[in-house]
């Protein structure tokens, strides 16, 4: 519990008396919950990701309707929740959380987001995660869950923030860090980039804490938005003309016949509107050769390649993974790409021979923490110097290989001054680079700021916190 200078410290509560465990009963089958926490384990175990296995699990176990549906909701809501929860564990064990079994503390995790996060009935959420345990470890463990959980009871989500978050006035930041469950390191950066530490960045966490829509992009040439949106019952997107909006919790989206059919794909819908950005300056000459110089695993391929195919441009796809590469060859299909294995920094490809050409650069991933729930606990203030030198480099190699007049589009997936401005920045000043007004890419699109670039909001737009600038090289 955080000590404040600025106010009475509020008296101990006395804890609920621990109840002594009841006699051996078998586990009532639950599998939705089964395969949240054995989500959460493969997390914690083998830094797996959320996204990844709990799919699989769903089609291994078909798990499917409601179950599905709590399943996600409890699995991503608990790893997205994890620095929130845990700090509320702790004001209620009596034992550090690292001197917690791991199997143990994944169900507290797990009952604890049911408790403050859910409308799940406080006795259905401790019952039932105290049979988890007692299934796997036995009564012991099962009495020491029951306890904790019953002292989380105590009061609900803002009552354990007001107590463990820093204090309001003097941190502001670190509170509303704690509040909507963010490092505290993250939620500066946030602030950084908005410039602003109230409402703002009150509205921008908020949305990062939420579980995203399924957003897909329709294949231009093959399908509209308008014939997408038919086919799977969602909207279309407010920006993207390719964009049709899913509501969370509608199922696995590969399993849709328009995605099994190459129709459309899933894709952001800010991914769609920077691919798009790429395409919509004018160029004086030719318009012929594009390329995606980091094309892992593909979506923005696919999107630049379709609309390549139908102005009679060809895409070439740099990618250094093998097995990477292997998969763009797989969802690009019959569009005209050239797909090759090779460093963005050193693709051997000829120098000056593209005219427009996409830097999709390695980033934190900070703007996209919303689909990947426990990735905001991974990453760490160190990762960010690395990666800001290797944007640097790409950038710097995409206008080598740009044409005199072409254009460039830099793209990272994070709102992070030292990934975006900070790049574009250097980079220009080093090449004598034009910045183009960003904005001008990005029609219809409110909110834009004062330029040139375009950083967009989860908050403001619905789509991750993507970045773009738009740069033409010097004739």
Not at 264 to 275: F, M, P, T
Not at 279 to 308: F, I, S, Y
Not at 351 to 374: H, I, K, M, N, Q
Not at 397 to 412: F, I, K, M, N
Request: aromatic share 4%; hydrophobic share 40%; with cysteine.
């Amino acid at each position: 519990m955080n000590q404040r200078s600025s106010r009475p410290s509020r008296p101990q509560r006395p804890h609920p008396p621990r109840r002594r465990p009841g006699p051996e009963r078998p586990p009532v089958d639950d599998p939705a919950r089964l395969a949240a926490l054995e989500t959460l384990r493969a997390v914690r175990q083998r830094d797996a990701y959320a996204n990844l296995v709990l799919p699989g699990l769903l089609r291994e176990r078909r798990i499917t309707g409601r179950d599905a549906a709590l399943a996600t909701e409890l699995a991503y809501g608990a790893a997205r929740a994890q620095g929130l929860l845990d700090a509320v564990l702790t004001a209620c064990s009596d034992r550090p959380l690292n001197a917690v079994d791991g199997a143990v503390l994944d169900a507290l995790r797990l009952g604890a987001y049911q408790l403050l996060r859910t409308r799940i009935p406080a006795h259905a959420a401790v019952a039932s995660t105290v049979d988890l345990v007692r299934a796997e470890l036995g009564s012991g463990a099962a009495g020491f869950a029951n306890a904790v959980l019953r002292r989380v009871t105590a009061q609900d989500e803002a009552g354990w923030v007001d107590e463990v978050a820093p204090d309001e006035e003097t941190d502001p930041i670190g509170h509303l860090a704690m509040a909507n469950a963010h490092p505290r390191w993250i939620a500066q950066a946030f602030a950084e980039a908005l410039g602003s530490r109230g409402e703002p960045l009150r509205d921008a966490l908020a949305a990062d804490d939420t579980r995203p829509a399924v957003h897909l992009a329709a294949r231009p040439g093959e399908c509209s938005a308008d014939e997408l949106a038919a086919m799977t019952g969602g909207e279309v997107a407010p920006y993207s003309p390719y964009g049709v909006l899913l509501e969370p919790g509608a199922g696995d989206p590969g399993d849709l016949d328009p995605v099994r059919e190459k129709l459309a794909g899933v894709q952001d819908e800010g991914s769609q509107l920077c691919a798009l950005a790429l395409t919509r300056p004018a160029l004086d000459g030719p318009d012929e050769r594009w390329l995606d110089l980091c094309a892992g695993p593909g979506g923005k391929a696919v999107m630049l390649g379709a609309l390549a195919q139908l102005s009679g441009a060809t895409l070439a796809a740099v990618e250094k993974a093998p097995h990477r590469a292997e998969l763009i060859r797989k969802v690009v299909g019959d569009l005209p790409i050239t797909v090759h294995v090779a460093d963005g920094r050193d693709s051997g490809l000829p120098a000056g021979s593209f005219d427009r050409v996409l830097v999709d650069a390695p980033c934190t991933g900070l703007g996209a923490l919303r689909r990947r729930p426990e990735a905001r606990w991974r990453r760490n203030p160190s990762d960010i110097a690395p990666l800001a030198r290797l944007q640097r480099e790409l950038l710097t190699a995409a206008l080598a290989l740009v044409r005199p007049g072409g254009v460039v589009a830099y793209v990272v997936c994070s709102p992070h001054l030292s990934e975006t401005v900070g790049v574009v920045a250097d980079v220009a000043r080093r090449t004598g680079a034009e910045r183009l007004d960003t904005r001008e890419a990005f029609p219809a699109v409110p909110h834009l700021g004062d330029g040139p670039h375009v950083q967009l909001w989860p908050h403001l737009h619905g789509t991750d916190a993507m970045f773009c600038a738009l740069l033409r090289r010097p004739v």
